[in-house]
């Protein structure tokens, strides 16, 4: 049988962001549904110096001259939070199919705006964690009832970072927490456990120069008894592990969210009959590239050959639950969703 080679949808990155050129450029090129046609920066020397390290054959000084070559059929945007929301819609604009960086925007308003994204164009944020072989797994564990009934999830995810420069650290490019890295828990456990919160009641913990959050915690009611409870922090040892608990068995996500590119990553099962980890089973799970998985998903789409599970509806969600993580934070008490 002959096999059809794909004609690979030809990507455009908009910016020179560390997470393009560290991880998600080369994972673009482990697939042979999409090539990086371009790269677009700031500043044209920028742009063209990221290009040629890169291999990517097209550089533009800035957004509008990438949007306008037809050349180009999709862009993936990594800018900073409080532009995702005009650059996605400008994209679209444009013709552009989008592949956009969490968290969608500043807040569920701002989300709210990509209901203009048009509809014959594929739009996919990059939660690159749902793409992850191990959170399949996680899934699949649950619904052939591994844990018995589940009971909760509970997770810290948290590392250092002190520079005032940084997005992060800055409330206008929509820093913290929260927005950064907040958004996870709440992706990977509405992602396993097939159920959404219906209310939630945080206490954070502002940076008095940066005045970001720096430390987070949530717990998340999805009824049923059902808890997801998370602690997210920018200014604390790295440290990042799920357990997902239920009745009859517990699985730990060893590194759920910034799981090795290229590297086995580790799954335990544990029956409970042995206090600590005595009888826990380890699971490897295979090397895989989350980001090459996320965009041969989205080329995929644009081809015709997937079909996205999640769309601007789901963007919407997550923003919303992370505007209830602040609203609660301010009135101090439950805030239904
Ligand atoms: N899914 C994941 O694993 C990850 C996702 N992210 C997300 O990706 C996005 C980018 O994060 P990160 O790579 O850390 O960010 P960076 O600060 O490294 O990159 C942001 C880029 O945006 C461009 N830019 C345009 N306008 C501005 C502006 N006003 N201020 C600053 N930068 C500007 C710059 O590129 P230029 O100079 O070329 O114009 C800059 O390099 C965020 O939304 C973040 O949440 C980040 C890390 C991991
Ligand atoms: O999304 C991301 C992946 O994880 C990082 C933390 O380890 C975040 O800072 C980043 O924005």
């Known amino acids: 049988m002959t096999e059809i080679t794909p004609q690979p949808v030809r990507i455009g990155v908009l910016s020179t962001a560390k997470i393009a050129r560290e991880k998600v450029v080369p994972g673009l090129a482990t697939t042979p549904w999409c090539v990086v046609h371009g790269i677009s920066s700031r500043d044209t020397a920028r742009a063209r ?14 957004t509008e001259e990438m949007l ?3 050349e180009i059929e999709a862009v993936y945007i990594p800018l900073p939070n409080d532009l995702h929301v005009d650059a996605a819609l400008a994209a679209g604009r444009a013709g552009k199919h989008v592949l956009l960086e969490k968290p969608t925007g500043l807040d569920a308003m701002d989300a709210e705006r990509l209901l203009e994204f048009p509809r014959d164009l594929v739009f996919m944020e990059g939660y ?24 909760g999830v509970q997770v810290w995810f948290s590392y250092m970072n002190d520079d005032p420069d940084n997005i992060r650290n800055r409330p206008e490019t929509g820093g913290g927490a929260a927005l950064d890295i907040g958004v996870y828990p709440l992706v990977v456990s509405r992602f396993v456990l097939d159920a959404e919160p219906i209310r939630l009641v945080a206490a954070l913990d502002r940076d008095p120069i940066f005045a970001t959050d720096r430390l987070t915690s949530v717990l998340a009611d999805f009824g049923g008894g059902l808890h997801l409870t998370f602690t997210v922090s920018t200014q604390s040892v790295v440290h990042q592990r799920v357990t997902v608990c239920g009745t009859e068995g517990r699985i730990e996500v060893v590194v759920p969210f910034n799981a090795p590119l290229g590297g086995e990553t580790i799954l335990r099962f544990d029956p409970g009959t042995a206090l600590g980890d005595a009888s826990a089973e380890t699971i490897v799970v295979p090397a895989c590239n989350m980001y090459g998985l996320q965009g041969e998903l ?17 963007s919407i969600t997550q923003m919303r639950l992370v505007d209830a993580i602040f609203e609660s934070a301010r009135r101090g008490g439950w805030v239904d969703l």
């Open 128 to 151: 690159m964690v749902r793409q992850h072989p191990q959170w399949r797994m996680v899934r699949d564990m649950v619904r052939a009832g591994r844990i018995g009934r589940p009971l």
């Open 68 to 70: 306008a070559d037809p």
């Open 298 to 314: 989205f080329a995929m789409a644009i081809r015709g050959e997937a079909v996205l599970p999640y769309g601007v509806g789901d």
């Open 49 to 62: 110096a990221v290009a040629d390290d890169l291999g990517i054959p097209k550089a533009y000084g800035s």
